[in-house]
């Protein structure tokens, strides 16, 4: 059975763009969440879908924003990026809400 | 608020000793605990869980230790080999939910 596949596996971006990251879940998984991932703040939640809802939203700015297709498969935008946001974004993939999470590759952006 | 804390950074073990990683968490709600080791390049990869229920939860060489009394969850790898070293984060979530709050983190270190 395939994991969970993000895409791109890197990004390099300029201050003031946005950015648009693709997961695909492990099939037959309905939720997705995503995590910012860096040195100084560790791995925090973002938000969690699940059946194209979202479910629950972590402690970022409006920036941040995400969506899910009715295959689960998600992504997450960020615009106006900003130095700090770079980061290694990562995915989580669930059968259901509250379920054992497996963990995609990441995405490392970086942001010049 | 919530917050999962680990008492140290890094730890360094000899090949074949136990490793014990330790982790304190704030939130006397969540009822669900989990390990993640994350290798260089990887996405944090499952190693064991924990509900509040349980006080001790044992896998392939890994035991969890949950202390609800003082708040306290413990990974112990037995028989450390080289390939266990990694960062090692605690995390915990409550009932239902997908958001999952990470510790820092300790990286493991098996020197031969």
């Known amino acids: 059975k395939a994991g969970v596949t993000q895409t791109p596996r890197y990004l390099i971006k300029t201050r003031g763009q946005q950015v648009t990251l693709s997961c695909s879940p492990i099939?037959?998984?309905?939720?997705v969440s995503w995590y910012q991932q860096t040195p100084g703040q560790g791995l925090q939640f973002l938000f969690e879908?699940?059946?194209?809802?979202?479910?629950n939203k972590g402690n970022f700015p409006g920036r941040f924003s995400g969506r899910q297709f009715s295959n689960s498969r998600s992504e997450m935008n960020v615009s106006t990026l900003e130095l700090g946001d770079s980061a290694l974004y990562l995915c989580a993939s669930s059968w259901i809400t509250g379920g054992e999470a497996f963990f995609g590759q990441g995405t490392r952006l970086t942001v010049v | 608020g919530e917050s999962v804390g680990l008492h140290l950074p890094t730890l360094s073990v000899q090949e074949g000793d136990n490793s014990i990683i330790n982790c304190a968490y704030s939130?006397?709600?969540?009822?669900?605990f989990i390990w993640y080791k994350q290798e260089s390049g990887k996405g944090p990869q499952f190693i064991i869980d924990?509900?509040?229920?349980?006080d001790k939860r044992q896998g392939q060489r890994v035991t969890v230790l949950l202390n609800k009394t003082v708040k306290h969850l413990s990974l112990q790898i037995a028989a450390t080999q080289p390939g266990d070293s990694a960062v090692y984060f605690c995390a915990e979530k409550g009932t239902g939910f997908q958001k999952l709050v990470f510790g820092t983190g300790t990286r493991l270190l098996v020197s031969p």
């Open positions: 939130n006397s709600a969540s009822d669900y």
């Open positions: 924990i509900r509040s229920n349980m």
């Open positions: 879908y699940f059946s194209e809802t979202q479910r």
């Open positions: 099939s037959g998984h309905r939720s």
